[in-house]
């Protein structure tokens, strides 16, 4: 029996990014990436929505012999077994796709009349029966960086990321999702959702939500900048580091370090969108996901973006230490 596995295989849309040809995109003019034509039925007296996808091939970079290859996958048309489903209240549209009523997504923007057009997402959930949605504050820090669309017409059917320019030059690393994660890596001696992850550095935090987290824990922070923090926490006193921080599109190369006392810890991650042009130059050393798989795995499928880490493991084990 053959194994593989598709890596990252991304359905959003980026303002920077790669085709399947290798070939580089505008920042300003964006790349969405489909699974092939649709047929999009709305059927509006039902509220259901029903998608037919036509007989398409897909590009991957395809590990197969110990070697990368450029290669392409066919698949066969298929008709979505469960259909959506959608309500319209007021001026906002309401969608449980494949049919899961226990996940609701809420937009605004377009036309609940026509349906048909760009939706925006509205980060909302319901408990107890009642609508609980961002505060306005928050939502507009987002947005700044990135937006949820849906996209609704007679040939689509999806939901993408749209990550805006000012996502792609933020640098104030020390006001980000990574370091509130890392707080609480330290505060449980473990980290957090069990594997560390340097792109949560690009990840924008207001600055409120990292000093609500200082004034939680307890945390008292010495000297700050946007790639350095000294803090004193659990009666200790810490130096985290941003040592490298090199970002080209949705490529990076970022490394840490966290220091206490004569202890120190650092990690380092990459993070490469695969291309036609680079598929022959990958190797499987350091690719995250892969490693436990090599023992039955002969061939591995790569779509998208893809990380290497150095050290991951060491890394949480050393920061449980300090």
Not at 283 to 308: A, K
Request: proline letters at 2%; a negative charge; aromatic letters at 12%.
């Amino acid at each position: 029996m053959r194994y593989f596995i598709c890596l990252l295989v991304s359905a959003a849309v980026f303002y920077a990014c790669s085709s399947d040809d290798g070939s580089s995109v505008n920042e300003n003019e964006g790349y969405s990436e489909n699974s092939g034509f649709q047929y999009v039925n709305v059927d509006k007296d039902n509220h259901v929505i029903m998608i037919r996808t036509e007989a398409t091939t897909k590009a991957y970079c395809v590990l197969n012999k110990g070697a990368f290859t450029w290669s392409e996958l066919s698949y066969p048309s298929y008709d979505e077994m469960d259909p959506s489903i959608y309500e319209t209240r007021g001026d906002t549209l309401v969608v449980y796709f494949n049919g899961n009523t226990d996940d609701p997504h809420y937009y605004i923007g377009g036309s609940t009349e026509k349906i048909y057009g760009k939706w925006k997402k509205l980060e909302c959930g319901e408990y107890n029966g009642k609508l609980l949605c961002l505060d306005d504050d928050i939502r507009e820090f987002d947005e700044q960086y990135s937006e949820t669309i849906l996209t609704i017409s007679e040939n689509k059917f999806q939901e993408e990321v749209v990550y805006k320019p000012a996502y792609f030059k933020n640098d104030d690393y020390m006001n980000s999702m990574f370091v509130h994660y890392l707080y609480g890596s330290i505060q449980n001696g473990e980290i957090v959702g069990g594997t560390v992850s340097l792109k949560d550095l690009l990840e924008p935090a207001q600055e409120s939500y990292i000093k609500n987290d200082e004034e939680m824990l307890d945390i008292e922070v010495l000297e700050s900048s946007k790639t350095e923090k000294k803090f004193k926490m659990k009666d200790k006193e810490f130096v985290f580091k941003v040592t490298k921080a090199e970002r080209d599109s949705l490529d990076y190369t970022l490394a840490v370090s966290l220091t206490s006392g004569d202890k120190g810890c650092s990690y380092e991650e990459r993070q490469v969108n695969v291309t036609k042009d680079n598929c022959k130059d990958l190797t499987t050393d350091g690719l995250r996901n892969y490693d436990e798989e090599r023992d039955f795995q002969d061939s591995l499928y790569i779509r998208g973006t893809v990380v290497f880490a150095k050290g991951a493991r060491e890394f949480g084990e050393c920061l449980a230490g300090l």
